[in-house]
């Protein structure tokens, strides 16, 4: 009687399977995102501010950003990239939702502003790279064993 084998009993086909399922898993952990926040406030007198943190604004994905501005007669050009510059006249509280880190122009009167940016950080994204990796050398195994055991078998 002659015992064959199962690819599953085959080391190459059941290596490469682990391979594969610790690759998946390394993806599922990098997915995990974390919500980071930045906020300023402050009263602006007249002059060019551009408001947020460059350190911050480059360093996520993601963003929902929050401009409340507050002022009781005061005249501003808010501008950000890639849109057309908006001017106003302030005589209480205005929300702006900017696409981009906010650039304002302060013409006449002081303006005291709140401005959040709400991002989402992914912790484990470097996961990713050796999960790649484990993917690709499972792939092969499993390949490569499968070829093998059918071969044995004929």
Same mark, same amino acid.
């Given at each position: 009687?002659?015992?064959?084998?199962? /690819?599953?009993?085959?080391? /190459?086909? *059941?290596? @490469?399977?682990?391979?594969?399922?610790? %690759?998946?898993?390394? *993806?599922?952990?990098?997915?995990?995102?974390? /919500?980071? #926040?930045? #906020?300023?406030? @402050?009263?602006? =007198?007249?002059?060019?501010?551009?408001?947020?943190?460059? &350190?911050?604004?480059?360093?996520?994905?993601?963003?929902?950003?929050?401009?409340?501005?507050? &002022? *009781?007669? %005061?005249?501003?050009?808010? @501008?950000? %990239?890639?849109?057309?510059?908006?001017?106003?006249?302030?005589? !209480? +509280?205005?929300?702006? +939702? /900017?696409?981009?880190?906010?650039?304002? #122009?302060?013409?006449?009167?002081?303006?005291?502003?709140?401005?959040?940016?709400? %991002?989402?950080?992914?912790?484990? !994204?470097?996961?990713?790279?050796?999960?790649?990796?484990?993917?690709?050398? =499972?792939?092969?195994?499993?390949?490569?064993?499968?070829?093998?055991?059918?071969?044995?078998?004929?």
């Amino acid at each position: 009687m002659v015992h064959r084998k199962t /690819p599953l009993s085959y080391k /190459p086909i *059941s290596v @490469g399977l682990i391979f594969l399922v610790v %690759a998946l898993l390394m *993806s599922i952990v990098g997915l995990h995102k974390v /919500p980071v #926040e930045y #906020e300023n406030s @402050g009263t602006l =007198g007249p002059g060019n501010y551009t408001l947020g943190n460059n &350190s911050f604004e480059n360093g996520y994905l993601g963003y929902n950003r929050t401009l409340v501005l507050t &002022s *009781s007669n %005061a005249s501003i050009i808010v @501008g950000e %990239a890639g849109s057309p510059t908006r001017s106003m006249n302030i005589t !209480s +509280n205005v929300t702006l +939702n /900017p696409k981009d880190r906010p650039s304002l #122009e302060v013409l006449s009167g002081n303006v005291s502003y709140t401005y959040r940016a709400r %991002a989402w950080k992914y912790p484990y !994204s470097l996961l990713a790279i050796p999960a790649f990796i484990f993917m690709l050398v =499972g792939t092969v195994l499993v390949f490569v064993g499968y070829i093998h055991l059918n071969s044995r078998r004929r």
